[in-house]
């Protein structure tokens, strides 16, 4: 295992190598014609852009139009940005496709075999590279559009959900699921479209958790999914902003206090419930209950 290790690094990163060559040939020299002229001029001043926004992203390519020499370059370098975003996408990708072939052809305890390793990391390489010249992610791949960040998060997301799967056994693992629960908390601030991937993660989880899968186990892992995407999407998203600002006009219109004294003490409320849950999980010795209230603080 040790060799297949080191040749599945070593393609990962020449998958990477190829694909950021041929963005970087191919890619935008300024700012193309549509929304790509937006994200830039709101990344020069690290202003909003259009809803719902995307800070976390205007933020990064603040720091890559940092790099421009001069004016006349800021929309390369934030282009670029998109170009590594979709390079290091690729390599996600390798590495998902050999982690899943390796889950066909691996017997336990025993050591892959030279035809083994080839076929695995020959399936890799060329489904990565199918989708390096698709034609809809080699677009957005050239130029300053949130997609490109947005389908590394979601790489990231579901290759790290298959190493918890890898490592499912050990009493470790879990912080695969902590980590997942970071980068989508992170992709938020780019693109809701990584939240799609939750349903998927479910039902790895669940595969590798139940020793017989059924037909209704399998339909309830969906509604799961479903249902943690939906908390997400609404819950976390779009309601405890709403009702922050609830508490505000509460605490401003009827109690007399200062303008931000209702968000102040929704946001307090918010972290000390999660702090006095978590100590209550760890009491109680409830984890899976102390790996929600972890994952959903690492999403906030």
């Known amino acids: 295992m040790k060799i297949y290790t080191k040749l599945n690094n070593v393609f990962g990163w020449l998958c990477f190598a190829i694909a950021l060559t041929v963005y970087v040939l191919t890619m935008q020299p300024t700012v193309s014609f549509w929304d790509c002229g937006e994200f830039i001029a709101s990344a020069i001043g ?34 670029l940005s998109s170009a590594l975003a979709s390079a ?17 052809v691996k017997l336990k305890d025993k050591e892959l075999d ?13 489904g990565a590279l199918a989708f390096t010249f698709s034609d809809t992610f080699w677009f957005s791949a050239v130029e300053a559009e949130v ?14 959900i298959l190493k918890w799967d890898a490592q499912a056994d050990d009493s470790s693992a879990n912080r695969w699921l902590v980590f997942i629960a970071y ?8 693109h809701l479209l990584n ?26 892992s969906i509604l799961i999914g479903g249902a943690i995407l939906g908390f997400i999407q609404y819950g ?16 401003v219109n009827s109690f007399g206090l200062v303008f931000g004294s209702g968000a102040l003490f929704f946001t307090l409320l918010i972290i ?17 209950l102390n790996l929600a209230l972890v994952c959903l603080v690492f999403i906030l």
């Open 195 to 220: 939240l799609l991937a939750i349903p998927a993660i479910v039902l790895v989880y669940y595969f590798r958790k139940t020793a017989k899968p059924t037909t209704s186990g399998i339909i309830k």
């Open 46 to 79: 690290v202003q909003v852009g259009h809803q719902p926004g995307a800070p976390l992203y205007i933020i990064l390519a603040k720091v890559f139009s940092l790099l421009a020499a001069k004016p006349e370059q800021i929309a390369f370098w934030v282009n």
């Open 114 to 126: 030279k035809p083994q390793i080839a076929s695995i990391l020959s399936a890799g390489f060329i």
């Open 236 to 251: 976390v998203v779009q309601y405890l902003v709403l009702f922050a600002a609830k508490f505000d006009l509460l605490f």
């Open 88 to 104: 290091a996408t690729i390599m996600f990708l390798f590495w998902t496709i050999t982690a899943l072939a390796l889950k066909l």
């Open 147 to 160: 997609y490109a960040l947005s389908a590394l998060c979601t790489a990231i997301v579901f290759w790290a």
């Open 272 to 288: 000390s419930s999660l702090v006095w849950g978590i100590f209550y999980s760890i009491k109680s010795r409830k984890v899976n």
């Open 183 to 190: 980068i989508m908390g992170l992709s938020i601030g780019i």
